[in-house]
Structures are given as structure tokens and as C-alpha cells.
């Protein structure tokens, strides 16, 4: 079955404990992406990455990491965590960055810094 | 850069009834806009799209209409169920489409 997986779906941490969000595709996509969904905000971009090895900042990168080793795999790394990127996270991928390529969502990963 | 704004964000229809849900743009290079459903505890999934050059798209029960000189679209959805019940979002790419741009959600409820 054609899917992004995101592994945790839940995770509490605290403050400054560095934690990896994993994000695994299984299509083959060029295109993978982050997003941070907040109540009021919507659905914004963390970090993309337009194929292996380049990634480019999004319109909420401070305090985010990722990286693109493989195709299939994009994580997202919190360095130093802090209560502020409490967060329903995202992961997305899509076949390219053409108009058009539908971006296709894991189910989250629901993160609480305390 | 692209900013997107979507009203209402939250909506109340009785199933039966249609629902709208509308969204403006500012970049008028902007040329393709989707809509995505979420429904609790998944991820948003795309349920229809639109490209600038055409004005109206329709699939069974969802339709979406562009107004490209006053850059705002909308999605209608017609005979409202209650599995319609989810947050929707619409979005719009950037001159570049590397990028989407996502309104701030649209929570609609179908009551019984």
C-alpha cells in the first residue's frame, strides 16, 4: 500500500532532549516535506527536500533539522526542544514539485515539550 | 511571498444542505489550487484541485470554482453527508510551484 509513515504518532519529551521524528515513503516521491499544524494557523512549512541530498528551509525552520541520505527518508530532528514547537508534525511527499503532483500526508506525530 | 486566507473557519450545515467554503490569494502567479479534506487523527488528503486555466471543476458531490481577477476560489459541496464532517483546508502554489501556501482550515460539522 502506497503510504507515508511517520513514526512516533505521539511523543512527550522536555525541554532540551534532542528527538528525531521519522518519515518513510514508499512511492519512490522525489519531493518530501515537513509541515507543523497549530490551531488558528493551519498547515505550515517546516523544511523540504526536492530530492536526495538537497533540502531547503520552509517558512517556520528555526530550531529544526532535517536531513535526505535516501530517497525514501526524510527526519525531522529537534536539537534542543522547547514548549514552543508543541505541535501536531506532519510529514508529506509527492511525486515531484510540478503544479499538480498531489502531496500525499502521514498521520502525524503529535509532540508535547514540557 | 503567497498568502492565503480561507473563511469560515468553522461551518454548521444540516446534512442535506450544501456547504462553502472560500479562500483568496495574493500572488497572481499563483496557478494551481487544491483542496484537502482532514478527518480526525489523519492526515489532510487531497480531494479535488483546480489550475488557473479553467473556472469550474466538478466530482460527484464537491465542486471548485476560481476567480482568477478578484484571486479567490471556493469549494462547494453539495447533499452534505455526515462523513463530510472534517476539517478542510484549501492551498495555492507560488510562481515557482515549488511550494504550497495552506488557508488556516475550515472545520465543518454535518449535524443530523
Known amino acids: 500500500e502506497a503510504q507515508v509513515t511517520q513514526n512516533p504518532r505521539y511523543l512527550i519529551t522536555v525541554t532540551g532532549k534532542k528527538l528525531t521524528v521519522t518519515c518513510s515513503q514508499n512511492?519512490?516521491?522525489?519531493?518530501m516535506s515537513w509541515y507543523r499544524q497549530d490551531p488558528g494557523l493551519g498547515l505550515r512549512q517546516i523544511y523540504y527536500?526536492?530530492?536526495?541530498?538537497?533540502?531547503d528551509k520552509g517558512d517556520v525552520p528555526e530550531g529544526y533539522k532535517v536531513s535526505r541520505k535516501e530517497k525514501r527518508n526524510f527526519p525531522l530532528i529537534l536539537e534542543s526542544p522547547s514548549p514552543n514547537q508543541t505541535s501536531l508534525y506532519f510529514c508529506?511527499?509527492?511525486?515531484?514539485?510540478?503544479?499538480?503532483?498531489?502531496?500525499?500526508f502521514g498521520n502525524g506525530t503529535r509532540l508535547t515539550v514540557t | 511571498g503567497e498568502n492565503v486566507e480561507q473563511h469560515p473557519s468553522t461551518l454548521s450545515v444540516q446534512e442535506g444542505d450544501s456547504a462553502v467554503i472560500k479562500c483568496t490569494y495574493s500572488?497572481?502567479?499563483?496557478?494551481?489550487f487544491p483542496w484537502y479534506k482532514q478527518e480526525l487523527g489523519k492526515g489532510p488528503q487531497l480531494i479535488i484541485d483546480?489550475?488557473?486555466?479553467?473556472g469550474e471543476k466538478k466530482d460527484q458531490r464537491i465542486a471548485v470554482t476560481l476567480n482568477k481577477t478578484a484571486k479567490h476560489f471556493s469549494l462547494h459541496i453539495t447533499e452534505t453527508q455526515p462523513e463530510d464532517s472534517a476539517v478542510y483546508f484549501c492551498?495555492?502554489?507560488?510562481?515557482?510551484?515549488?511550494?504550497?501556501?495552506f488557508g488556516t482550515g475550515t472545520r465543518l460539522q454535518v449535524t443530523l
Open positions: 508529506a511527499s509527492s511525486k515531484n514539485r510540478d503544479s499538480g503532483s498531489p502531496l500525499h
Open positions: 512511492m519512490n516521491h522525489e519531493y
Open positions: 527536500s526536492m530530492n536526495v541530498e538537497v533540502t
Open positions: 500572488d497572481s502567479a499563483s496557478n494551481y
Open positions: 483546480i489550475r488557473s486555466n479553467v
Open positions: 492551498a495555492g502554489n507560488t510562481g515557482t510551484a515549488s511550494k504550497l501556501t
